[in-house]
Nanobody, 123 residues
Framework: EVQLQASGGRLAQAGGSLRLSCAAS????????IAWFRRAPGKEPEGVAC????????LYADSVKGRFAISSDNAANTVDLQMNNLDAEDTADYYC????????????????WGQGTLVTVSS
C-alpha cells in the first residue's frame, strides 16, 4: 500500500526558511515521481516541485524557482522540500503525492496523496 506522510509545516516569518519532509512507503522511487503540491483556501492545488529518476532534473513552478529545492533520499525513502526566502503567498497546506512515471505539476496526474502539513508565513 502506498503511504505518504508530510511533516515540517509551521509558522514562519517572511524571508525565512522551512524544510518539509515526505516519508514514503509501499513503492519504489525507481519508477515513481514524487511531487509537492500546495493548496491555499479557496484555490485549486498548485504543483510546487517534482522529482523522479526518469527526469534529468527536478521540475519547479515558476513561483518557487530559485527559492525552493526538492531532493530525495532513496535509502531513507524521503523527499524533502527546502523552502527559502518565504513569502506570505507561500501560505498553504502542503502535500506530497506520487504516481508512476515522469514528473508533472498537474495535480490530476497523481493518484496517491498524503495528509497535508500547514505552512503559514507571516509578513
Amino acid at each position: 500500500e502506498v503511504q505518504l506522510q508530510a511533516s515540517g509545516g509551521r509558522l514562519a516569518q517572511a524571508g525565512g526558511s522551512l524544510r518539509l519532509s515526505c516519508a514514503a512507503s509501499g513503492f519504489t522511487f525507481d519508477d515513481h515521481a514524487i511531487a509537492w503540491f500546495r493548496r491555499a483556501p479557496g484555490k485549486e492545488p498548485e504543483g510546487v516541485a517534482c522529482i523522479s529518476s526518469g527526469d534529468s532534473r527536478p521540475l519547479y513552478a515558476d513561483s518557487v524557482k530559485g527559492r525552493f529545492a526538492i531532493s530525495s533520499d532513496n535509502a531513507a525513502n524521503t523527499v524533502d522540500l527546502q523552502m527559502n526566502n518565504l513569502d506570505a503567498e507561500d501560505t498553504a497546506d502542503y502535500y506530497c503525492a506520487t504516481d508512476q512515471g515522469r514528473c508533472s505539476l498537474w495535480y490530476r496526474t497523481f493518484a496517491h496523496w498524503g495528509q497535508g502539513t500547514l505552512v503559514t508565513v507571516s509578513s
